[in-house]
């Protein structure tokens, strides 16, 4: 990175601290937070759109959805995560890989060959030719699907019970103006339920942030992998020889995940604030209370 | 404008010739130096194996890329098709070729070795450390020593200086710069400093791709027979590792 760092071997203290810290592996390092972050910003959006899906269909007039979205809560709920984080991606993976393989090859060839899942070249996905970006994308992607129907189960759950909590009267005095049952749940119904479903939705945030450790699980090479690869002890090997450093780096990521909660929590916290508003709940009444007449 | 269009058609002519080439995706573990490690500067994987992998790769006519994989996961992850070859310090032996095929040995049998913080660690009766699913994992657990078995390779060394192992047994290229830099923390174990194990280590496919196989053990025999292949070894090994006759 910097133009002293060419001979690591001679130099000390901060400036070899300043090399150490800034080599293609730390990058790497530094990068695979961004990973967690973008995990975290499109499974998040994903998770609870799932949930809205799942919650609405559980509520159904229409027997067959209502069985789907009660179907997708309890048999996601019920599975241990890591169980489903091991099966969806690998169960995706090959399920992909073999309809391309119907599509683009000879599908006479069996797909399972032995102990072997072989497709042909052109059906493997990504590509064998493609970038390695492109497979780490993709690595990343069966990830995002395996989180998202995770805790889109939880969502669903959660929704599904905010959706019950709105009080019957209010709905009660929208389908007495006339609403038909959509207008209903579109004007009466969502916007109320969002504050009952708040302090569920924030707990599950706050499992999701602390569950993208799985990622290591899933081969995904993220801020886990590269702590334990990092601070594993380095022999003269490598050009930055150290001993075992692994206790640092965990702390590293100890601090990153407590900032990461921290900061939740204050945004969390506003957006009670701002939902409770005009809400016939206790936090809405100490809100009506504390302005001044 | 119009150089600009040439430019981009003639990419992408080539970038069409380079993808009609079958790639083949060599997986490593990259954390077992000097065999396979992530170098520093570039995080690309490096070490003996890499070497050794381009240049068969190169005398077979074969485009390869390099693909990180924990060990743990090493031998599914080929099977289902996530890479093609494996290239991690792994041993031939019975129980894997029920799952996976191997080439003809690229290395000659390498020794293994019991290193602890005292000389005198009673091996064959303690608690040993070995990285899972390995042959000295497997070594160990018919000695009547009590396995302690890690998922990666650096794990085994931290539990001796640790305590909570008694000694590790690994391989002995693996363990020798450990030992030697370790400023008398790490000794020899006496008595077990060499222990023959294996069969030596060969590249893993799987077992349908015959055809890929046979490529690779065509270029392993030409670096054999052209001494390139014993250059490699001393360069990564040093003067007194084994070679091929």
């Given at each position: 990175m910097f133009s002293y760092c060419s001979d690591p071997s001679q130099l000390e203290g901060l400036v070899w601290l300043s090399c150490y810290l800034t080599t293609g592996t730390h990058m790497l390092f530094y990068a695979s937070f961004g990973t967690v972050l973008l995990l975290l910003a499109i499974t998040a959006p994903l998770a609870l759109l799932l949930g809205y899906g799942g919650a609405m269909a559980s509520r159904s007039g229409f027997a067959p959805l209502r069985w789907l979205g009660k179907t997708y809560t309890s048999m996601v709920r019920g599975i241990p995560d890591i169980l489903f984080f091991l099966f969806v991606p690998i169960a995706l993976d090959q399920a992909f890989e073999w309809v391309r393989h119907q599509v683009l090859c000879d599908s006479s060839q069996p797909v399972r060959q032995g102990n072997d899942f072989v497709v042909c070249a052109a059906a493997k996905l990504p590509l064998n030719s493609a970038a390695d970006w492109v497979h780490n994308a993709y690595g990343l992607f069966l990830a995002i699907i395996a989180f998202s129907v995770v805790f889109g189960a939880f969502a669903a759950n959660v929704l599904y019970g905010a959706m019950q909590a709105v009080p019957r009267a209010q709905l009660e005095t929208a389908e007495a103006y006339g609403m038909n049952p959509?207008?209903?749940?579109?004007?009466?119904l969502v916007p109320q339920m969002w504050v009952y479903a708040l302090p569920g939705l924030s707990n599950l945030w706050m499992i999701l942030i602390k569950a993208t450790p799985l990622l290591f699980i899933l081969g995904v090479e993220d801020i886990v992998y590269w702590a334990r690869e990092l601070g594993g002890s380095k022999t003269s090997a490598f050009a930055y020889p150290h001993p075992d450093w692994r206790l640092y780096y965990f702390l590293a990521l100890l601090v990153f995940y407590l900032l990461m909660t921290a900061i939740s929590e204050r945004v969390l916290g506003r957006v009670t604030a701002r939902l409770s508003r005009g809400q016939a709940t206790l936090g809405g009444e100490a809100q009506r209370k504390a302005v001044p007449a | 404008m119009k150089t600009l269009t040439l430019a981009a058609a003639a990419l992408a002519v080539t970038a069409g010739l380079a993808s009609a080439q079958q790639t083949i995706r060599m997986g490593t573990e990259g954390a077992y130096p000097p065999y396979n490690f992530i170098d520093d500067a570039s995080g690309q994987v490096t070490g003996f194996e890499i070497e050794l992998g381009n240049a068969l790769c190169e005398r077979a006519g074969l485009t390869c890329t390099w693909v990180r994989n924990d060990w743990d996961s090493i031998i599914p992850n080929l099977v289902s098709g996530n890479y093609d070859t494996i290239m991690a310090g792994m041993n031939i032996n019975e129980e894997r070729q029920q799952v996976i095929q191997f080439t003809q040995p690229y290395t000659p049998a390498m020794p293994s070795a019991y290193a602890a913080l005292s000389a005198d660690v009673d091996v064959e009766g303690g608690i040993v450390a070995a990285q899972t699913n390995t042959i000295q994992a497997g070594h160990v657990?018919?000695?009547g020593a009590t396995l302690l078995e890690f998922p990666n390779p650096d794990q085994t060394v931290a539990a001796?200086?640790?305590?909570?192992?008694?000694a590790v047994f690994a391989d002995k290229d693996f363990l020798a710069p450990i030992v030697e830099e370790?400023?008398?923390?790490?000794?020899?174990?006496?008595?077990?400093?060499?222990?023959?194990?294996?069969e030596g280590i060969g590249m893993g496919l799987r077992q349908s791709d015959?055809?890929?196989?046979?490529?690779f053990d065509t270029a392993i025999t030409a670096m054999k027979e052209d001494g390139s292949l014993n250059e490699l070894i001393v360069k990564w090994f040093g003067e007194d590792a084994l070679t091929f006759e």
């Open positions: 959509r207008q209903v749940t579109r004007r009466v | 657990a018919e000695t001796v200086r640790n305590g909570e192992a008694d370790s400023g008398g923390e790490l000794v020899w174990v006496e008595g077990f400093d060499t222990v023959p194990l294996g015959t055809e890929l196989r046979e490529q």
